[in-house]
């Protein structure tokens, strides 16, 4: 008898890392679905590595998501699209991976998504949390649900140990293009001043690109702990799932903190709908004002303290 072919599964998820995080339940629940099956990630650059570590996939591919000026590259993915897949699951939507179904996808072939004349379409996904969306759309496609509990994140921890266990970790930075999602410098200046007088440590994290904020953060005071541009992903989720308590704006490492079970506050200005993009976890919140500003540290602790309550 003739060995079955294992099917052939492309997820494509570009970024950013937030939601490539809320994904982490996804993947692993199509995997469950689908054990058998050669399950490639279509990524950028950026992301790579990252889905390498992952033990739900069997391939990383890269999209370097060119210009349709860049013929060379732009041949490249177009190849890679057309390697005769079973399925291509969209978990991406965006306006790019539309013109991917759309120009570079073989008629008839199966793609779940909200590209128009997609195989497999989604459902509305009007004020639905990215995290459930993308449960739902690889349950679409032959995925069998997990609880986050069933899913294993011990690929992150690399067994070096923890520097900075049980500290307060402030993640002042987020997309600079998006300045109403950044709560001020001087709010998490209180914030951490507060923290420090309770005999807290205080560590600051973020990118290189966030090191204004963070000076800024760490000349108001110098007490903190500055890590910024310090810790890679692995180092960076070590210091996360240990701490006493994560502050942050809506950015990746706050969803890494929620999704890791730390407890976690994502503060939220009028650019972020927490119906779409609250972080998931089992011990996370949320606040939110318009301007971001009126939000105080007070507000922050007592949230944190009601999560401990719960």
């Not at 996804?26 to 399950?39: C, E, Q």
């Not at 790579?48 to 490249?76: H, N």
Request: with cysteine; aromatic share 6%.
């Amino acid at each position: 008898m003739a060995v079955a072919e294992r099917k052939q599964i492309l997820v494509i998820k570009h970024g950013a890392l937030g939601d490539v995080v809320q994904g982490f339940d996804a993947y692993a629940s199509l995997r469950a679905g689908l054990p058998n099956a050669h399950i490639a990630v279509l990524t950028t650059p950026a992301f790579a590595g990252f889905m390498q570590m992952m033990p739900w996939f069997d391939e990383v591919l890269i999209d370097p998501r060119p210009s349709l000026l860049d013929v060379p590259a732009t041949l490249r993915v177009w190849s890679l699209l057309r390697r005769g897949w079973d399925a291509i699951i969209d978990l991406q939507c965006s306006g790019r991976t539309a013109s991917y179904h759309k120009f570079f996808v073989p008629q008839g072939g199966r793609w779940f998504g909200t590209a128009k004349g997609a195989s497999d379409p989604y459902p509305d996904f009007t004020s639905v949390n990215n995290h459930y969306r993308m449960l739902t759309a690889v349950k679409m496609a032959g995925g069998r649900a997990l609880s986050p509990e069933a899913v294993s994140l011990d690929w992150l921890d690399d067994g070096s140990a923890v520097t900075m266990a049980g500290a307060a970790v402030l993640i002042p930075g987020c997309s600079l293009a998006k300045p109403r999602k950044r709560w001020p410098v001087d709010r998490f200046a209180e914030l951490a001043r507060k923290l420090h007088a309770s005999e807290q440590a205080v560590v600051i994290v973020g990118t290189d690109a966030d090191r204004p904020v963070a000076d800024a953060l760490a000349a108001a005071v110098p007490q903190c702990h500055d890590l910024v541009g310090q810790t890679d992903l692995v180092g960076l989720a070590r210091l996360l799932r240990s701490a006493d308590l994560v502050v942050g704006n809506d950015t990746g490492p706050l969803f890494l903190a929620a999704r890791l079970g730390a407890r976690s506050i994502m503060v939220m200005g009028p650019d972020t709908d927490p119906a779409m993009s609250a972080p998931t976890g089992n011990c996370c919140s949320w606040l939110k004002a318009d301007p971001i500003a009126r939000i105080s540290a007070r507000q922050v602790l007592k949230t944190a303290n009601e999560l401990v309550s719960d």
